[in-house]
């Protein structure tokens, strides 16, 4: 439920952007376009517009694809059941829900290579990085 604030503000957002033209109308347009396998279309590029950069472009498109996307209760990679993050997948944060997924945490870094990253720049002796993972999921 939107609050009339809310609703006020997605109202002058859809007035300055069509931002909403793409989105397939329906229950959960996620998953049947899951179905039938176009999970990760072609980056044509078509789509991509500059929201990177534009951090208050980027967190109203995340509020806004959260209320297009449900929540699922387990991650859409790992398959458990922890808080989740809306992932974009692509990186170019296409508002289109096919580009969206909701990750577990640590999917989400794996995929975004962050978890590279962090392994690259942090040499440990055994395995010490998975309490780091560990407490990580559990600041969630
Ligand atoms: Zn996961």
Same mark, same amino acid.
């Given at each position: 439920?939107?609050?009339?604030?809310?609703?006020?503000?997605?109202?002058?957002? &859809?007035? =300055? +952007?069509?931002?909403?033209?793409? @989105?397939?109308?329906?229950?959960?347009?996620?998953? #049947?376009?899951?179905?039938?396998?176009?999970?990760?279309?072609?980056?044509?590029?078509?789509?991509?517009?500059?929201?990177?950069?534009?951090?208050?472009?980027?967190?109203?498109?995340?509020?806004?694809?959260?209320?297009?996307?449900?929540?699922?209760?387990?991650?859409?990679?790992?398959? &458990?059941? =922890? +808080?989740?993050?809306?992932?974009? @997948?692509?990186?170019?944060?296409?508002?289109?829900? #096919?580009?969206?997924?909701?990750?577990?945490?640590?999917?989400?870094?794996?995929?975004?290579?962050?978890?590279?990253?962090?392994?690259?720049?942090?040499?440990?002796?055994?395995?010490?990085?998975?309490?780091?993972?560990?407490?990580?999921?559990?600041?969630?």
């Amino acid at each position: 439920m939107a609050t009339l604030k809310q609703q006020k503000y997605w109202d002058s957002l &859809k007035g =300055k +952007k069509t931002w909403n033209k793409d @989105i397939k109308t329906g229950p959960n347009p996620t998953h #049947s376009l899951r179905m039938t396998g176009k999970k990760f279309p072609s980056h044509s590029g078509k789509n991509h517009e500059n929201w990177k950069g534009n951090n208050v472009g980027l967190i109203a498109l995340h509020e806004w694809m959260r209320k297009q996307i449900k929540e699922p209760k387990c991650c859409e990679e790992c398959g &458990k059941e =922890k +808080k989740l993050d809306l992932a974009n @997948i692509s990186q170019e944060y296409k508002r289109d829900v #096919s580009d969206w997924e909701y990750l577990c945490r640590r999917c989400h870094m794996i995929k975004d290579g962050r978890m590279e990253r962090f392994l690259s720049t942090h040499r440990f002796i055994g395995n010490p990085y998975q309490k780091r993972l560990e407490k990580l999921e559990n600041e969630r």
